[in-house]
């Protein structure tokens, strides 16, 4: 079966500092993989996605990047942090003509 | 942008009583999708409806999609303490603008369930 891991749970970081959150699924091979920002009590903001190895999509242009080194890992990093980058981030795979998977997300709070 | 808009965006019941959210979009659409979210949780896929489908069923989940109006509902019947989370639509608008490969998520309806 499918199972899609994300972490860290949560994340304490402060302005300026580096971010890496990573994501792994299994269980599946060359999967649409997505990240999404949620902010308190908000809807999901797409961050990226990636259809294939070295292939990302960016959707908003902000302090973050996303690198997908394996077929099956999606890393979204910042080089530095700012407040607003603070959030519920969420990692998610599947297709649009199926629906996602999400993983358990990572509660990011910069200080 | 978001595609999908829920209506209301908080609502609460009393146990045993019926819970009807609504997901309103602007493109045309491949598949309208409904998710839910427990509190610091991810989301769980609960249900998808075709463009070319008029209602489904899923246990105590009902939907009904009007491509004509553009909007969705979903109803819980004889909702528990349980179902207490926030309810969200996506969208598939295909080839559509705004689509691709990727869904677009509505804002969400926060549902309270009280005993």
């Known amino acids: 079966s499918q199972t899609i891991h994300q972490w860290p749970a949560t994340l304490v970081q402060p302005v300026g500092s580096p971010l890496s959150l990573e994501c792994t699924v299994e269980?599946?091979?060359?999967?649409?993989l997505y990240w999404y920002r949620q902010a308190a009590g908000r809807g999901l903001q797409l961050l990226f996605y990636?259809?294939?190895?070295?292939?990302i999509s960016s959707e908003v242009p902000q302090n973050l990047s996303a690198s997908r080194p394996q077929d099956r890992q999606f890393i979204l990093s910042s080089k530095k942090l700012l407040l607003s980058d603070s959030g519920f981030y969420l990692c998610?795979?599947?297709?649009?003509?199926?629906?996602?998977?999400f993983g358990s997300g990572t509660r990011l709070t910069v200080v | 942008s978001q595609q999908g808009e829920e209506d209301p965006q908080a609502l609460s019941i009393q146990e045993g009583e019926n819970a009807t959210m609504n997901c309103s979009y602007k493109?045309?659409?491949?598949?309208l999708q409904w998710y839910r979210q427990n509190s610091g949780r991810g989301l769980v896929h609960l249900i998808l409806?075709?463009?070319?489908?008029r209602e489904k069923h899923s246990g105590r989940l009902r939907v009904t999609l009007d491509t004509s109006k553009k909007s969705s509902s979903l109803l819980i019947t004889a909702s528990r303490a349980a179902d207490t989370a926030s309810y969200f639509c996506?969208?598939?608008?295909?080839?559509?603008?705004?689509?691709?490969?990727?869904?677009?998520f509505g804002t969400g309806t926060q549902l309270k369930v009280e005993l």
């Open positions: 269980g599946t091979s060359n999967p649409n």
């Open positions: 998610a795979w599947g297709r649009p003509v199926y629906g996602y998977t």
């Open positions: 409806i075709r463009s070319n489908e």
């Open positions: 996506a969208t598939d608008a295909g080839a559509n603008p705004g689509g691709g490969n990727k869904l677009t």
């Open positions: 990636s259809v294939g190895i070295g292939q």
């Open positions: 493109t045309s659409i491949n598949n």
